[in-house]
T-cell receptor, first 115, second 112 residues
Framework: DTAVSQTPKYLVTQMGNDKSIKCEQN?????MYWYKQDSKKFLKIMFSYNNKELIINETVPNRFSPKSPDKAHLNLHINSLELGDSAVYFC??????????????FGPGTRLTVT | RKEVEQDPGPFNVPEGATVAFNCTYS??????FFWYRQDCRKEPKLLMSVYSSGNEDGRFTAQLNRASQYISLLIRDSKLSDSATYLC?????????????WGLGTSLAVNP
């Protein structure tokens, strides 16, 4: 069984479009994350939700909006896509984060290409 | 100074070699530390947590040096399958905020 799944795996779209990436975890975790990994391989956290509440919101353009309908799902919607949004987006989950509970399980990633 | 720094490598080592990587962090209030492994075009996977007293898991040993503000990962008897990028993660609690800071990773290539 897939622990953290993301759809789609690949997404090619044009500038200006709006797109969504979905993430689901079946691990019973309380916390979910979205990361962006750019071409230089830098992994940067974007958002974190704990029990459907936003707990980490790094500086990202407000074109990016996470939505958590329940604690097993965290979707990422991106408006007005730009060339610089091209990257691999990883979803991850973990148990409620205490200092020792940051073991994160990652989804396979969504490779977004904006043309 | 970057919050978390790693030597990007690549480290090229022969099978059976011992190799060590360091990861330095700038904020002395950093409280939790982890090593992740990322294979090419794959997702990161937790390799091991880093405990204050140091910890070992098979051929892998992780250590924390708070005085010098770095963590290390030692791999003994390298295997071809150890070829990957090794990422360190530092957790910083700052008041009500929690920051997860990832290093850029160190690339390891184990050669036959």
């Amino acid at each position: 069984d897939t622990a953290v799944s993301q759809t789609p795996k690949y997404l090619v779209t044009q500038m200006g479009n709006d797109k969504s990436i979905k993430c689901e975890q079946n691990l019973g975790h309380d916390t979910m994350y979205w990361y962006k990994q750019d071409s230089k391989k830098f992994l940067k956290i974007m958002f974190s939700y704990n029990n459907k509440e936003l707990i980490i919101n790094e500086t990202v353009p407000n074109r990016f909006s996470p939505k958590s309908p329940d604690k097993a799902h965290l979707n990422l919607h991106i408006n007005s896509l730009e060339l610089g949004d091209s990257a691999v987006y990883f979803c991850a989950s973990s148990h409620t984060p205490g200092l020792s509970a940051y073991e994160q399980y990652f989804g396979p990633g969504t490779r977004l290409t904006v043309t | 100074r970057k919050e978390v720094e790693q030597d990007p490598g690549p480290f090229n080592v022969p099978e059976g070699a011992t190799v060590a990587f360091n990861c330095t962090y700038s904020n002395s209030a950093s409280q939790s530390f982890f090593w992740y492994r990322q294979d090419c075009r794959k997702e990161p996977k937790l390799l091991m947590s880093v405990y204050s007293s140091g910890n070992e898991d098979g051929r892998f040993t992780a250590q924390l040096n708070r005085a010098s503000q770095y963590i290390s990962l030692l791999i003994r008897d390298s295997k071809l399958s150890d070829s990957a990028t090794y990422l360190c993660v530092v957790i910083l609690n700052a008041g009500n905020n929690r920051k997860l800071i990832w290093g850029l990773g160190t690339s390891l290539a184990v050669n036959p």
